[in-house]
């Protein structure tokens, strides 16, 4: 996909979640709820694909950037959304409600990227199994720090959140996700990121700082992890750490996995039909997990 056909693809996507979100209120409420959990597996999904699959390496922690970007957002909007509300029109204002809820997502977004950089700045000098390791026990760290910060709730959750995730939102950031790692991967950039995947050790013989490369697919990936916690936390209305476990990062390396390695649209595909597996499942309750 060429930088001018994506771009394409970007304001078509967007126009279509717009136009569609015009009608959500309409939607069968488990219907929106598959949906729009299916925009937000699509943005984990990709962000971890330009870690694992265009770069190369192995990372369990995608969860902890999801929830470090969920609960920051959400105690953004839950004790700063008030008097920006008010001071921007009231809670009626679409445009002030459209720009606090965007504030908050870039506000997780941007915490989950730092949480990113000091997670990957020490931790990326390794590779295979011992990343796989660091990056999963830091993702344990973080769900037992918010078990145990009561100031977010602890083990009993954040409650509270407000209900600002819509249609529009989730599939915006979505087609903003794909948008970005297509035009990445074809910049220099991408042609460094693929070098370190092929062979980081040629790529270091040739001049090539493959931590630098590393570091930025990483922070990224954290980035759009964030944001798509932010998203997650404003629908659910709901966080609590347990929701951020291995398992939460294991199944998006799953979609990684089976959309194939490096390949957005695949993973895009893998993420849709991992999401609706599961709901098309149900009747089968006892044999769901094996089958799945």
């Known amino acids: 996909m060429t930088i001018a056909r994506s771009k394409i693809v970007l304001v078509v996507a967007v126009l279509a979640a717009f136009a569609v979100s015009q009608f959500s209120a309409q939607f069968n409420p488990y219907f929106l709820d598959v949906t729009l959990g299916i925009g937000i597996n699509i943005i984990l999904a990709v962000s971890l694909n330009l870690i694992n699959g265009y770069t190369g390496q192995f990372s369990l922690g995608h969860a902890g950037f999801m929830a470090v970007g969920g609960y920051a957002s959400a105690m953004f909007t839950i004790h700063w959304g008030p008097p920006v509300l008010a001071a921007l029109g009231g809670e009626k204002s679409v445009f002030a409600v459209s720009a606090l809820f965007l504030g908050a997502l870039l506000l997780g977004g941007l915490l989950a990227a730092v949480t990113g950089f000091l997670v990957g700045a020490p931790s990326l000098r390794l590779r295979g199994d011992y990343l796989a390791i660091v990056t999963l026990g830091f993702g344990e760290i973080i769900r037992v720090i918010l078990q145990n910060t ?18 529009f939102w989730t599939f915006a950031f979505a087609a903003l996700t794909i948008y970005v ?8 950039y991408g042609r460094g990121f693929i070098a370190v995947h092929d062979d980081e050790i040629a790529a270091e013989a040739m001049g090539i700082n493959t931590t630098r490369y590393k570091i930025t697919a990483f922070v990224l990936g954290a980035f759009f992890a964030g944001i798509a916690g932010g998203l997650y936390g404003h629908f659910k209305q709901y966080l609590n750490p347990d929701g951020f476990n291995f398992m939460k990062s294991f199944d998006i390396v799953v979609m990684v996995i089976l959309g194939g390695m490096g390949n957005t649209v695949g993973v895009v595909i893998a993420a849709i039909l991992l999401t609706i597996l599961p709901e098309v499942l149900r009747p089968v309750a006892e044999y769901r997990m094996i089958l799945y």
Do not use: D, H, N
């Open 181 to 188: 790692v297509v035009c990445l991967m074809k910049s220099t």
């Open 150 to 167: 009561e100031s977010v709730g602890a083990s009993r959750g954040l409650t509270g959140v407000p209900a600002y995730t819509t249609l």
